[in-house]
């Protein structure tokens, strides 16, 4: 007798870069691209850029954070993967579910994962769960994801079509994609996606995201957070 398919869990998402083209130098050349290019290499030299990145930001002349290009892959649980690809400035490319069995690994969501919803709409508070509902959450969610993997292979094996039995799979399924935005837009979503409101899953991926911007990018990411959390 052979034994059901069990799934993995994994209790985060990863975002790898795979490639950058963006620098604070960049902004700055794409700004100064009218006037007099020996002068501005001058500045540039001089590690004055930082005046003009500031300047820009302030005064929302976003065109030349424009010029540059991150593309992320991103491993993801679905219910995330949904609530990112309502980013429309983003290119994405996703696993399909047609032409591949998709992986056997799925979210469950780590015990110091806030549980309780309080508040009213628009100013929802998350507080921790107690013992048992921490229990309540993962146990519920094992037995149900299990229960759905097995379904799942249990049509596969029937002859039922990939993208058939998949209908059987929870949101918690982990997901990969690549993901290509310009700084502007990728500025923008870090905005939204950082925020305390923003749900929980979503912020560790925009964290891991900024991590990559503020690397390739440390100037422009210092003026963007200094005016989005000012001191
Ligand atoms: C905390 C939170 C809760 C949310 N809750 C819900 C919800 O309950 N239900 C729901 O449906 N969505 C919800 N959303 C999604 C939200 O409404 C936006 O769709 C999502 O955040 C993308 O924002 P955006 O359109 O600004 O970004 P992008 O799509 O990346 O666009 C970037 C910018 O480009 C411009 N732009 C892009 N496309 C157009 C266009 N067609 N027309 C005009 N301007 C355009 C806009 O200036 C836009 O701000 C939520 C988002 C957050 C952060």
Request: charged share 20%.
């Amino acid at each position: 007798m052979t034994s059901d398919p069990q799934p993995q869990f994994v209790g985060t998402s990863t975002v790898e870069l795979y490639r950058a083209s963006a620098s604070d130098l960049d902004v700055a050349r794409a700004a100064w691209v009218s006037q007099d290019e020996a002068a501005h290499a001058k500045e540039a030299e001089a590690g004055r850029i930082e005046g003009l990145i500031r300047f820009l930001w302030r005064n929302h002349h976003t065109s030349p954070f424009e010029h540059g290009q991150f593309t992320f892959i991103v491993t993801t649980p679905l219910f995330v993967a949904r609530e990112f690809m309502r980013h429309r400035t983003f290119s994405f490319n996703e696993i399909s579910g047609r032409y591949t069995v998709l992986p056997d690994v799925f979210y469950l969501p780590p015990a110091s994962r806030p549980l309780r919803q309080e508040g009213k709409v628009g100013a929802y508070r998350f507080e921790s769960g107690s013992q048992e509902q921490v229990d309540l959450v993962r146990n519920t969610i094992t037995a149900n994801t299990a229960n759905c993997y097995v379904a799942y292979h249990r049509m596969l094996d029937a002859g039922i079509a990939r993208e058939v039995a998949r209908d059987v799979l929870p949101v918690n399924v982990m997901t990969s994609f690549w993901a290509t935005v310009n700084p502007r837009n990728l500025m923008h979503f870090l905005n939204l996606r950082s925020a305390p409101d923003a749900l929980v899953e979503i912020q560790e991926v925009a964290a891991e995201m900024e991590q990559h911007f503020a690397q390739q990018m440390p100037v422009t990411h210092r003026v963007w957070r200094e005016a989005l959390f000012p001191s």
